[in-house]
């Protein structure tokens, strides 16, 4: 079984949003949280502003993509490890510093279907 979350942050604070070193430091922390390890990261920093962020995790990946001009982030966390839970939410909505979060979850079975 594998679980996936994703969520949608609103009224973000924009220097965060557009900080390499603030969303190095998120992802991080939410992978430790998870009990996983960052295998590799990748980060691309748009012009003039915006960031995306992928990490693959021991336990499958983790990414951020963000919108500073809307106060938006988009986080998705698949983990075929520990399962991530919804409090995953509050520790994004506080680095974040969002006002709002909205969050799916989706439970994968890693298999074949009989």
Request: charged share 30%; glycine share 8%; aromatic share 10%.
């Amino acid at each position: 079984m594998a679980s996936q979350l994703f969520a949608d942050l609103y009224g973000c604070d924009e220097k965060i949003l557009n900080s390499e070193e603030k969303i190095r430091d998120i992802a991080r922390n939410v992978v430790s949280e998870i009990g996983a390890e960052i295998v590799e990261e990748c980060v691309h920093k748009f012009e003039p502003i915006g960031i995306t962020y992928f990490a693959v995790i021991t336990t499958s990946h983790f990414s951020v993509h963000t919108w500073p001009e809307f106060g938006y982030a988009a986080v998705d966390v698949f983990s075929c490890g520990e399962e991530v839970t919804e409090k995953i939410s509050e520790l994004l909505k506080e680095a974040f510093g969002a006002e709002e979060v909205k969050v799916g979850k989706c439970e994968r079975v890693i298999g074949r279907l009989r």
